[in-house]
């Protein structure tokens, strides 16, 4: 599997659940982050986390990270329509050379029902 | 205060033809980046540059391709001959330096080659 996958592949939830989205990664990092890809469209930083913080919160966005096995997640609490959208895990290498490249997952598509 | 814009945002090529994919990074930013995204795929990064130096080419395919960012105007991404594997989404980011995060994304260019 490559660099920063997420799962699931897709996810379908009602207006107002949790929505929590998983992302692996396999060499060490220096940070990762997500992104958020409405169709079509650019991509959107959400948030960014470091290798050496676990839990990082900004509005209804949580993310953790787990270092020993490679891993973190997303989570959306309280999700709107507005939410429906790709999610991508980026991650940016500890060693310094190429330490400017993202290395993307293939996304979780998220569906909002309302 | 302009995001990073790229133009055009779509682009229809027939095989054989010239793309030029345009990106004018954000104001202050002088690092640009592109990342090519196939069909229900993550990006896959191509090409870093600062202003007149190419820094590290090494996802962009040996032939066909090239990238420059001249000291005046914007960047540009440069596909000879294109075949129909190339038709993908390419976007461009800017950063203020290559620290590993402060990326922003434009909206892309979404190339469909006939």
């Known amino acids: 599997s490559q660099q920063g996958e997420e799962d699931p592949q897709a996810l379908s939830i009602q207006e107002g659940e949790n929505a929590t989205m998983n992302c692996s990664y396999k060499t060490s990092i220096n940070n990762l982050q997500w992104y958020r890809q409405n169709s079509g469209r650019g991509l959107v930083h959400l948030i960014l986390i470091r290798s050496n913080e676990r839990e990082k919160h900004s509005g209804r966005l949580r993310v953790t990270l787990d270092t020993s096995k490679k891993s973190s997640s997303l989570l959306i609490t309280a999700s709107r329509a507005a939410d429906t959208a790709s999610y991508f895990c980026?991650?940016?290498?500890?060693?310094?050379?190429?330490?400017?490249?993202?290395?993307f997952g293939k996304g979780t598509k998220l569906s909002v029902i309302p | 205060n302009a995001g990073v814009m790229q133009n055009p945002r779509h682009l229809v090529r027939r095989r054989g033809q010239e793309a030029r994919l345009r990106c004018s990074p954000m104001?202050?930013?002088?690092?640009v980046y592109w990342y090519r995204q196939l069909p229900e795929e993550g990006l896959k990064f191509m090409v870093y540059?600062?202003?007149?130096?190419?820094?590290?080419e090494s996802g962009m395919p040996k032939e066909r391709f090239s990238a420059e960012f001249p000291k005046e105007g914007p960047s540009i991404l440069r596909i000879q001959q294109v075949v129909r594997g190339d038709s993908a989404a390419y976007f461009c980011a800017s950063s203020p330096a290559d620290l590993g995060y402060g990326y922003t994304f434009g909206s892309g260019t979404r190339l469909t080659v006939v």
């Open positions: 980026a991650t940016v290498p500890l060693y310094s050379a190429g330490s400017y490249q993202l290395t």
């Open positions: 540059l600062q202003k007149e130096n190419i820094i590290d």
């Open positions: 104001k202050g930013h002088s690092h």
